[in-house]
């Protein structure tokens, strides 16, 4: 298995641009998440989808984000507008019944 | 609601020295227990995992944990470690009653020096 699929593996944009993140699970796994990580907060769940659908979205930081899963196999992060705060390395993991398998994540630097 | 507990941010430790990653936790249900790897510039990576029967557990690595109900407790050792070694790692907790969310903890790097 290919593992948790993560695209690009590095953005770098400019304040005020829309940024998209991709996932891709692992096959057969019914659960995503996406996960923000910083030097100052650590590992933040932001999302967490369940059979496509979000369960709980309570770590979104603001109305900027928005997240997708329009079906098993894919996922998107959007961030619009993005502003510097919001550079970090965002993780997607999956899972089918006890631990998380995460992507190489996707570094993201906002100018 | 609960809460994990990584007690220290930083571990430097000599090569081929023993070595013990302290991990916290707080809840009022039965738990699964997890520990994860992070090198540097990659993803979190499944070192081992308690979800019941023995309470010793065996991972990758050499590494090994114990879960302590009565202390709430779920250590990480590893009785000689390698330059190797040197990375973040994470403890994590899931709730029977929560599918598969995981409760972080903190992390602590881990600074295995020559």
């Known amino acids: 298995d290919a593992g948790v699929i993560q695209s690009p593996r590095h953005e770098v944009t400019e304040m005020g641009q829309e940024v998209t993140l991709r996932c891709k699970p692992i096959s057969g796994h019914n659960s995503l998440f996406w996960y923000r990580q910083t030097m100052m907060r650590g590992l933040e769940l932001l999302i967490y989808f369940n059979n496509n659908v979000p369960i709980d979205d309570s770590g979104m930081p603001e109305d900027r984000f928005s997240a997708k899963m329009p079906n098993a196999s894919f996922s998107t992060l959007k961030i619009q507008p993005s502003e510097p705060r919001d550079s970090a390395v965002y993780f997607c993991?999956?899972?089918?019944?006890?631990?998380?398998?995460f992507g190489p994540g996707t570094r993201l630097t906002v100018t | 609601a609960q809460s994990v507990t990584q007690l220290d941010s930083q571990v430097p430790v000599f090569e081929e020295a023993p070595v013990e990653l302290r991990c916290n936790y707080s809840?009022?249900?039965?738990?699964?227990l997890f520990w994860y790897v992070q090198y540097p510039n990659q993803g979190l990576q499944l070192l081992l995992k308690?979800?019941?029967?023995?309470?010793l557990v065996k991972g990758i690595n050499g590494f090994e944990a114990e879960f302590n109900k009565s202390q709430t407790s779920f250590h990480l050792r590893k009785p000689s470690v390698h330059i190797s070694d040197t990375a973040e790692y994470f403890c994590a907790v899931s709730e029977g009653n929560a599918g598969n969310m995981l409760t972080f903890g903190g992390g602590t790097r881990l600074m295995v020096k020559p």
């Open positions: 809840s009022s249900v039965s738990v699964y």
């Open positions: 308690y979800l019941s029967g023995s309470t």
């Open positions: 993991a999956s899972s089918t019944q006890y631990e998380q398998y």
